[in-house]
């Protein structure tokens, strides 16, 4: 099975170059710097451990990638980036669209619905890997030996011989892989902690007590909104003793540890950022369920409004955001 990785970047660069220096069939499909870096260097993966440089083909788009039957194509772009790119697909697909293994290894939930209005088989995969990409042609990894923590199941739900092909391969590229039927259940709680993915961008903290009482509530509105539309979570207890198997992150070179996926695209001006699927996502339950959100809404409006200004990570002080948070509260 090849693996074609739609979105090279911090996510889709670690899974696809570990999976390389397992032996695995990896094609990596970038864009603008990143690609021409990969294409005259390669691609250079760090971990705390090593750094290897890889030489693996590189393309500029699913059509490049020449996709045939039996391909596994692993979609690692950001969620608000993933129809665009989950369209280039299918046009690059064509009639073999129904024969393509179609992962979306992202944050949030949305991009798994996305990806089945276009194509019959797709899995989701939960992601919990320290990643991250700033520098063109560079990928690093803050945890070793192992790697990090790869679920993969059918969506809506399911196993069969590609999901437990692909935890193999994973698991044999140094990550815990494992087939999971109710692969969403786990991707449903870890949007329980992306929901300070906003607070870590803005502010660059997540961890002070004070920024740990304004997650602690948009936590406690996710869950809210969970109960209300009836949405089960994985088992809490037994996931967060599995995720102490990854151990600590650990510095990468001269790296001291970088922030979120939202941080990491603050830090690179892109324009644009996940909120809208993450704090949105909690934002859209309340809607369609009758539960207030202010606190969600709140950080998805500052991640967005940060992210079109191109302003760096930290811009906003935990002063700004008590202080407007203190108002909704008041109302």
């Known amino acids: 099975m090849r693996y074609v990785i739609l979105g090279a970047g911090a996510i889709g ?13 990896v094609t990596l499909v970038a864009r603008g710097a990143h690609l021409e870096t990969l294409k005259r260097d390669g691609l250079e993966l760090r971990d705390p451990d090593s750094t290897v440089r890889l030489r ?6 699913p059509g490049e990638a020449g996709l045939g039957a039996g391909d596994c194509v692993i979609v690692a772009t950001k969620a608000q980036q993933c129809e665009a790119a989950l369209d280039a697909l299918r046009a690059a697909a064509g009639p073999e669209a129904d024969l393509l293994s179609v992962v979306i290894a992202q944050n949030g939930v949305e991009s798994e619905r ?10 989701g995969m939960r992601v919990m890997l320290a990643g991250t ?8 990894i803050a945890t ?18 590609t999901s437990r092909q692909l935890a193999a391969d994973l698991t044999a590229a140094g990550f815990d892989g494992r087939s999971r039927p ?16 906003a607070l870590d961008a803005a502010t660059g903290d997540r961890r002070s007590d004070r920024a740990g009482a304004i997650v602690a509530a948009a936590e406690e509105e996710a869950r809210a909104c969970y109960a209300a539309a009836g949405i089960e979570l994985a088992d809490e207890d037994e996931d967060a003793a ?5 151990g600590p992150t650990r510095p990468v070179g001269d790296a001291s540890g970088h922030g979120s996926s939202s941080w990491q695209s603050l830090e690179r001006r892109t324009g644009d950022i996940e909120a809208d699927y993450l704090n949105g996502e909690i934002v ?38 008590e202080a407007v948070l203190g108002q909704l509260a008041r109302r």
Request: glycine share 10%; charged share 25%.
């Open 144 to 161: 070793a030996p192992l790697y990090g923590l790869l679920d993969v199941g059918r969506y809506p739900a399911g196993e069969d011989e």
């Open 13 to 25: 660069g670690a899974i696809g170059g570990k999976l390389a220096v397992a032996g695995r069939d």
């Open 56 to 61: 693996l083909p590189a393309v500029s788009s």
């Open 182 to 197: 109710a692969v969403m259940s786990l991707k449903y709680l870890k949007l329980l902690s992306n929901v300070a993915n």
């Open 133 to 140: 990409h700033l520098e063109p042609g560079v990928v690093e």
């Open 114 to 123: 996305l990806a089945l209005r276009r194509f019959a088989r797709v899995y």
């Open 284 to 321: 859209l339950l309340g809607r369609l369920h009758g539960v207030a959100t202010p606190v969600n809404a709140f950080l998805q409006q500052t991640a967005n409004r940060l992210a079109r200004e191109r302003r760096p990570p930290g811009s906003v002080s935990l002063d700004e955001i």
């Open 242 to 246: 599995r995720r102490l198997l990854r």
